[in-house]
Protein backbone atom coordinates (compact mmCIF):
# COMPACT_ATOMS: atom_id res chain seq x y z
CA UNK A 1 0.00 0.00 0.00
CA UNK A 2 1.71 3.50 -0.85
CA UNK A 3 -0.37 6.05 0.92
CA UNK A 4 0.66 9.62 -0.02
CA UNK A 5 1.19 11.87 3.08
CA UNK A 6 2.28 15.03 0.77
CA UNK A 7 -0.87 17.58 1.58
CA UNK A 8 -1.56 19.69 -0.65
CA UNK A 9 -1.52 23.60 0.73
CA UNK A 10 -4.12 25.09 -1.48
CA UNK A 11 -6.59 27.01 1.10
CA UNK A 12 -9.39 25.06 2.80
CA UNK A 13 -12.16 26.76 1.33
CA UNK A 14 -10.73 26.58 -2.27
CA UNK A 15 -10.79 22.49 -2.36
CA UNK A 16 -13.33 21.41 -4.30
CA UNK A 17 -15.55 18.45 -3.75
CA UNK A 18 -13.42 16.18 -5.81
CA UNK A 19 -10.63 17.29 -3.62
CA UNK A 20 -12.70 17.00 -0.78
CA UNK A 21 -13.86 13.05 -1.56
CA UNK A 22 -10.30 12.89 -2.15
CA UNK A 23 -8.78 14.07 1.10
CA UNK A 24 -10.94 12.61 2.64
CA UNK A 25 -10.45 8.73 1.11
CA UNK A 26 -6.66 9.16 1.91
CA UNK A 27 -7.46 10.08 5.62
CA UNK A 28 -9.18 6.99 5.94
CA UNK A 29 -5.85 4.81 4.44
CA UNK A 30 -3.77 6.91 6.70
CA UNK A 31 -5.84 5.48 9.85
CA UNK A 32 -5.14 2.32 8.44
CA UNK A 33 -1.66 2.59 7.42
CA UNK A 34 -1.02 3.55 11.52
CA UNK A 35 0.01 1.02 13.67
CA UNK A 36 -0.27 -0.62 16.58
CA UNK A 37 -3.55 0.58 17.03
CA UNK A 38 -5.41 -1.75 19.71
CA UNK A 39 -7.56 -4.21 18.29
CA UNK A 40 -8.07 -2.67 15.14
CA UNK A 41 -6.77 -3.41 11.31
CA UNK A 42 -3.83 -2.08 10.10
CA UNK A 43 -1.11 -2.59 7.56
CA UNK A 44 0.85 -4.70 9.91
CA UNK A 45 -1.75 -7.40 10.81
CA UNK A 46 -5.94 -7.38 11.48
CA UNK A 47 -6.03 -6.99 14.41
CA UNK A 48 -9.59 -8.42 16.54
CA UNK A 49 -10.99 -8.91 13.15
CA UNK A 50 -11.30 -12.06 11.23
CA UNK A 51 -13.62 -10.51 8.33
CA UNK A 52 -10.83 -7.72 7.26
CA UNK A 53 -7.64 -6.68 6.62
CA UNK A 54 -5.92 -3.35 5.43
CA UNK A 55 -5.81 -4.35 1.85
CA UNK A 56 -10.17 -4.46 2.24
CA UNK A 57 -9.87 -1.29 4.12
CA UNK A 58 -8.04 0.40 1.30
CA UNK A 59 -10.26 -0.73 -1.74
CA UNK A 60 -13.29 0.33 0.44
CA UNK A 61 -12.04 3.81 0.89
CA UNK A 62 -11.58 3.46 -2.61
CA UNK A 63 -14.96 2.54 -3.15
CA UNK A 64 -16.22 5.71 -1.05
CA UNK A 65 -14.18 8.47 -2.78
CA UNK A 66 -17.14 9.25 -5.31
CA UNK A 67 -19.60 9.35 -2.70
CA UNK A 68 -17.86 11.49 -0.15
CA UNK A 69 -17.62 13.93 -3.14
CA UNK A 70 -21.07 13.96 -4.18
CA UNK A 71 -21.84 14.31 -0.55
CA UNK A 72 -19.49 17.58 -0.38
CA UNK A 73 -21.09 18.59 -3.71
CA UNK A 74 -24.84 18.19 -2.03
CA UNK A 75 -23.20 20.06 1.00
CA UNK A 76 -22.19 23.23 -1.27
CA UNK A 77 -25.94 22.87 -2.59
CA UNK A 78 -27.35 23.61 0.66
CA UNK A 79 -28.85 19.87 0.22
CA UNK A 80 -31.21 18.86 3.47
CA UNK A 81 -30.59 15.71 5.25
CA UNK A 82 -32.73 13.58 3.51
CA UNK A 83 -30.54 14.24 0.51
CA UNK A 84 -27.37 13.37 2.51
CA UNK A 85 -28.89 9.95 4.02
CA UNK A 86 -29.87 8.89 0.67
CA UNK A 87 -26.04 9.64 -1.14
CA UNK A 88 -24.93 7.92 2.48
CA UNK A 89 -27.13 4.62 2.05
CA UNK A 90 -25.89 4.19 -1.11
CA UNK A 91 -22.00 4.24 0.07
CA UNK A 92 -23.09 1.40 2.61
CA UNK A 93 -24.34 -0.45 -0.64
CA UNK A 94 -21.50 0.04 -2.54
CA UNK A 95 -19.25 -0.58 0.10
CA UNK A 96 -20.66 -4.17 0.99
CA UNK A 97 -20.79 -5.13 -2.91
CA UNK A 98 -17.74 -4.39 -2.69
CA UNK A 99 -16.05 -5.99 0.69
CA UNK A 100 -18.79 -8.92 0.10
CA UNK A 101 -20.94 -7.84 2.65
CA UNK A 102 -18.27 -6.53 5.75
CA UNK A 103 -18.51 -3.59 7.32
CA UNK A 104 -15.59 -1.84 6.95
CA UNK A 105 -16.72 1.42 7.12
CA UNK A 106 -20.28 2.11 7.97
CA UNK A 107 -19.73 4.60 10.97
CA UNK A 108 -16.75 6.28 9.01
CA UNK A 109 -18.96 7.37 5.87
CA UNK A 110 -21.72 8.48 8.35
CA UNK A 111 -19.16 10.68 10.16
CA UNK A 112 -16.81 11.94 7.29
CA UNK A 113 -19.94 12.10 5.27
CA UNK A 114 -21.05 14.44 7.07
CA UNK A 115 -18.08 16.46 7.50
CA UNK A 116 -17.65 16.62 3.67
CA UNK A 117 -20.94 18.09 3.33
CA UNK A 118 -20.15 20.36 5.81
CA UNK A 119 -16.85 21.37 4.06
CA UNK A 120 -18.78 21.72 0.59
CA UNK A 121 -21.26 23.93 2.59
CA UNK A 122 -18.77 26.38 4.07
CA UNK A 123 -16.80 26.88 0.69
CA UNK A 124 -20.40 27.72 -1.02
CA UNK A 125 -20.86 29.98 1.62
CA UNK A 126 -17.19 31.61 1.95
CA UNK A 127 -17.55 31.54 5.99
CA UNK A 128 -14.92 30.67 8.36
CA UNK A 129 -16.98 28.23 10.81
CA UNK A 130 -15.72 25.18 12.30
CA UNK A 131 -17.23 22.07 9.98
CA UNK A 132 -18.98 19.93 13.49
CA UNK A 133 -20.89 23.43 14.06
CA UNK A 134 -21.90 23.24 10.95
CA UNK A 135 -23.19 19.93 11.04
CA UNK A 136 -24.81 20.34 14.45
CA UNK A 137 -26.22 23.61 13.19
CA UNK A 138 -27.66 22.84 9.72
CA UNK A 139 -28.01 18.66 10.49
CA UNK A 140 -28.10 18.32 13.67
CA UNK A 141 -31.79 18.11 14.65
CA UNK A 142 -32.49 15.94 11.78
CA UNK A 143 -29.98 13.72 12.51
CA UNK A 144 -31.25 13.09 15.67
CA UNK A 145 -34.75 12.91 14.94
CA UNK A 146 -33.76 10.23 11.90
CA UNK A 147 -34.86 6.79 11.31
CA UNK A 148 -33.19 4.01 13.47
CA UNK A 149 -32.55 0.55 12.72
CA UNK A 150 -33.89 -1.04 16.24
CA UNK A 151 -31.25 -3.65 15.75
CA UNK A 152 -28.40 -1.91 14.65
CA UNK A 153 -25.38 -2.35 17.37
CA UNK A 154 -25.62 1.40 17.96
CA UNK A 155 -29.42 1.29 18.92
CA UNK A 156 -28.74 -1.99 21.56
CA UNK A 157 -25.79 0.12 22.88
CA UNK A 158 -28.28 2.88 23.24
CA UNK A 159 -30.99 1.18 25.12
CA UNK A 160 -28.41 -1.06 27.14
CA UNK A 161 -26.14 1.30 27.98
CA UNK A 162 -27.28 5.35 27.19
CA UNK A 163 -24.61 5.56 25.12
CA UNK A 164 -25.25 8.34 22.19
CA UNK A 165 -22.80 6.57 19.52
CA UNK A 166 -22.18 7.85 16.44
CA UNK A 167 -25.94 10.04 15.92
CA UNK A 168 -25.04 11.85 19.00
CA UNK A 169 -21.33 12.69 18.06
CA UNK A 170 -22.46 14.08 14.80
CA UNK A 171 -25.43 15.72 16.34
CA UNK A 172 -23.24 17.97 18.67
CA UNK A 173 -20.88 19.15 16.14
CA UNK A 174 -18.28 16.14 17.45
CA UNK A 175 -16.60 17.12 20.19
CA UNK A 176 -14.49 14.26 20.45
CA UNK A 177 -12.50 15.29 16.96
CA UNK A 178 -12.29 18.60 18.62
CA UNK A 179 -11.79 18.60 21.83
CA UNK A 180 -10.06 15.40 22.40
CA UNK A 181 -8.64 14.22 18.86
CA UNK A 182 -7.45 17.66 17.65
CA UNK A 183 -5.56 18.84 20.59
CA UNK A 184 -3.87 15.63 21.00
CA UNK A 185 -2.98 15.42 17.48
CA UNK A 186 -1.12 18.58 18.09
CA UNK A 187 0.76 17.86 21.36
CA UNK A 188 1.53 14.44 20.00
CA UNK A 189 3.86 16.64 16.94
CA UNK A 190 5.45 18.33 19.57
CA UNK A 191 6.51 14.66 21.16
CA UNK A 192 7.12 13.14 18.07
CA UNK A 193 8.15 15.44 15.72
CA UNK A 194 9.35 13.78 12.71
CA UNK A 195 6.83 10.75 12.93
CA UNK A 196 3.40 11.17 12.05
CA UNK A 197 2.30 7.83 12.03
CA UNK A 198 3.17 7.95 16.12
CA UNK A 199 1.41 11.32 15.91
CA UNK A 200 -1.84 9.08 14.76
CA UNK A 201 -1.19 6.47 17.49
CA UNK A 202 -1.21 8.79 20.16
CA UNK A 203 -4.22 10.56 18.66
CA UNK A 204 -5.65 7.26 18.50
CA UNK A 205 -4.89 6.58 22.09
CA UNK A 206 -6.37 9.74 23.61
CA UNK A 207 -9.44 8.99 21.61
CA UNK A 208 -9.73 5.25 22.98
CA UNK A 209 -9.08 6.60 26.59
CA UNK A 210 -11.96 9.41 26.22
CA UNK A 211 -14.77 8.43 24.22
CA UNK A 212 -17.37 5.88 24.64
CA UNK A 213 -17.11 4.04 21.94
CA UNK A 214 -20.46 1.75 20.66
CA UNK A 215 -18.22 -0.80 19.34
CA UNK A 216 -16.19 -1.50 22.47
CA UNK A 217 -19.79 -2.36 24.09
CA UNK A 218 -21.30 -4.43 21.13
CA UNK A 219 -18.04 -6.50 21.93
CA UNK A 220 -17.07 -6.26 25.74
CA UNK A 221 -19.82 -4.64 27.25
CA UNK A 222 -19.21 -1.87 29.98
CA UNK A 223 -16.22 -4.34 31.61
CA UNK A 224 -14.73 -4.59 28.03
CA UNK A 225 -14.93 -0.47 27.31
CA UNK A 226 -13.12 0.13 30.47
CA UNK A 227 -10.99 -2.43 30.43
CA UNK A 228 -10.04 -0.74 26.84
CA UNK A 229 -10.09 2.82 28.34
CA UNK A 230 -7.68 1.86 31.22
CA UNK A 231 -5.48 0.18 28.68
CA UNK A 232 -4.82 3.32 26.87
CA UNK A 233 -5.39 5.74 29.77
CA UNK A 234 -1.98 3.84 31.27
CA UNK A 235 -0.05 4.28 28.04
CA UNK A 236 -0.40 7.65 27.69
CA UNK A 237 0.11 8.39 31.51
CA UNK A 238 3.26 6.87 31.12
CA UNK A 239 4.51 8.94 28.49
CA UNK A 240 2.92 7.99 25.34
CA UNK A 241 4.59 8.33 22.09
CA UNK A 242 6.86 10.51 23.94
CA UNK A 243 8.49 7.77 25.99
CA UNK A 244 11.56 5.40 24.95
CA UNK A 245 10.10 1.92 23.81
CA UNK A 246 6.38 3.32 23.48
CA UNK A 247 6.01 1.05 20.74
CA UNK A 248 6.34 -2.08 22.13
CA UNK A 249 4.26 -1.38 25.26
CA UNK A 250 1.04 -0.36 22.31
CA UNK A 251 1.98 -3.66 20.77
CA UNK A 252 1.41 -5.27 24.42
CA UNK A 253 -2.05 -3.40 24.65
CA UNK A 254 -3.03 -4.12 20.93
CA UNK A 255 -2.64 -7.86 21.66
CA UNK A 256 -4.65 -7.50 25.08
CA UNK A 257 -7.30 -5.90 23.09
CA UNK A 258 -7.19 -8.70 20.56
CA UNK A 259 -7.38 -11.80 23.37
CA UNK A 260 -10.72 -9.84 24.46
CA UNK A 261 -11.86 -9.46 21.15
CA UNK A 262 -12.09 -5.56 21.67
CA UNK A 263 -11.85 -3.10 18.27
CA UNK A 264 -12.27 0.31 18.79
CA UNK A 265 -14.17 1.51 15.41
CA UNK A 266 -15.44 4.21 16.66
CA UNK A 267 -12.49 5.88 17.68
CA UNK A 268 -10.82 4.57 14.29
CA UNK A 269 -13.33 6.90 12.74
CA UNK A 270 -12.74 9.42 14.98
CA UNK A 271 -9.24 9.65 14.02
CA UNK A 272 -9.64 9.99 10.41
CA UNK A 273 -12.46 12.41 11.08
CA UNK A 274 -9.54 14.56 12.77
CA UNK A 275 -6.88 13.82 10.12
CA UNK A 276 -9.45 15.39 7.58
CA UNK A 277 -10.45 18.37 9.57
CA UNK A 278 -6.69 19.21 10.76
CA UNK A 279 -6.07 19.65 7.00
CA UNK A 280 -9.13 21.97 6.50
CA UNK A 281 -9.03 24.00 9.49
CA UNK A 282 -9.80 26.18 10.61
C1 LIG B 1 -25.72 6.32 12.23
C2 LIG B 1 -25.24 5.08 11.53
C3 LIG B 1 -23.74 5.06 11.69
C4 LIG B 1 -25.97 3.85 12.10
O1 LIG B 1 -25.21 3.00 12.87
P1 LIG B 1 -25.57 2.46 14.31
O2 LIG B 1 -27.02 2.66 14.65
O3 LIG B 1 -25.04 1.08 14.38
O4 LIG B 1 -24.79 3.51 15.20
P2 LIG B 1 -23.48 3.41 16.13
O5 LIG B 1 -23.57 4.52 17.09
O6 LIG B 1 -23.21 2.05 16.68
O7 LIG B 1 -22.32 3.71 15.14
C5 LIG B 1 -21.91 2.92 14.09
C6 LIG B 1 -20.44 3.14 13.89
O8 LIG B 1 -20.02 4.45 14.30
C7 LIG B 1 -18.77 4.38 14.94
N1 LIG B 1 -18.87 4.82 16.38
C8 LIG B 1 -19.06 4.11 17.49
N2 LIG B 1 -19.09 4.87 18.60
C9 LIG B 1 -18.90 6.10 18.17
C10 LIG B 1 -18.81 7.35 18.85
N3 LIG B 1 -18.93 7.47 20.16
N4 LIG B 1 -18.62 8.44 18.09
C11 LIG B 1 -18.51 8.34 16.75
N5 LIG B 1 -18.57 7.19 16.06
C12 LIG B 1 -18.77 6.09 16.76
C13 LIG B 1 -18.33 2.93 14.85
O9 LIG B 1 -17.58 2.72 13.70
C14 LIG B 1 -19.63 2.20 14.73
O10 LIG B 1 -19.50 0.95 14.09
C15 LIG B 1 -25.38 5.11 10.03
O11 LIG B 1 -25.12 3.85 9.49
C16 LIG B 1 -26.72 5.62 9.46
O12 LIG B 1 -27.69 6.00 10.05
N6 LIG B 1 -26.66 5.63 8.16
C17 LIG B 1 -27.72 6.14 7.34
C18 LIG B 1 -27.12 7.07 6.31
C19 LIG B 1 -27.00 8.48 6.79
O13 LIG B 1 -27.82 9.04 7.51
N7 LIG B 1 -25.94 9.16 6.35
C20 LIG B 1 -25.72 10.52 6.65
C21 LIG B 1 -24.90 11.17 5.61
S1 LIG B 1 -23.42 10.38 5.27
N1 LIG C 1 -8.96 0.14 11.07
C1 LIG C 1 -10.16 -0.29 11.47
N2 LIG C 1 -10.30 -1.52 12.01
C2 LIG C 1 -11.52 -1.93 12.42
N3 LIG C 1 -12.64 -1.18 12.37
C3 LIG C 1 -12.57 0.05 11.84
C4 LIG C 1 -11.33 0.54 11.36
N4 LIG C 1 -11.53 1.78 10.88
C5 LIG C 1 -12.82 2.07 11.06
N5 LIG C 1 -13.48 1.04 11.63
C6 LIG C 1 -14.91 1.12 11.97
O1 LIG C 1 -15.38 0.03 12.76
C7 LIG C 1 -16.61 -0.46 12.27
C8 LIG C 1 -16.52 -1.99 12.14
O2 LIG C 1 -16.44 -2.56 13.40
P1 LIG C 1 -17.01 -4.04 13.71
O3 LIG C 1 -16.49 -4.99 12.69
O4 LIG C 1 -16.72 -4.31 15.14
O5 LIG C 1 -18.55 -3.78 13.49
P2 LIG C 1 -19.71 -4.75 13.13
O6 LIG C 1 -19.48 -5.40 11.80
O7 LIG C 1 -20.89 -3.85 13.24
O8 LIG C 1 -19.68 -5.79 14.34
P3 LIG C 1 -19.09 -7.28 14.48
O9 LIG C 1 -17.94 -7.42 13.52
O10 LIG C 1 -18.68 -7.31 15.92
O11 LIG C 1 -20.26 -8.14 14.14
C9 LIG C 1 -16.85 0.16 10.93
O12 LIG C 1 -18.11 0.83 10.93
C10 LIG C 1 -15.72 1.14 10.69
O13 LIG C 1 -16.17 2.45 10.39
Redesign the pocket.
Known sequence: MNVALRWQSTPANALDAEQLGDLASLCLKLEVETHPKPGLVSHVDNGAHSDMDAELLCRSADTLRPFLRD?ALAGAEGAG?SR??A???A??RAMLAETGGV?TH??????L??LC?AAGYRGALGIRKSLGDLVSRRWGED?LS?P??LR????M??RRYG?????A?AACGFP?VYEIALPALRAARKLAPCDEEAVRVQTCMTLIAD?????LL?RGGEEGLHFAQAGASAFLAAGGVGRRGWRERAIDIHHAFVARNLSP??S???LAMALFVDRLAP
Open positions: LMLRIGVAENRGAIFGGLAIGISSHGAASAGGARESVTDTNHGGADL
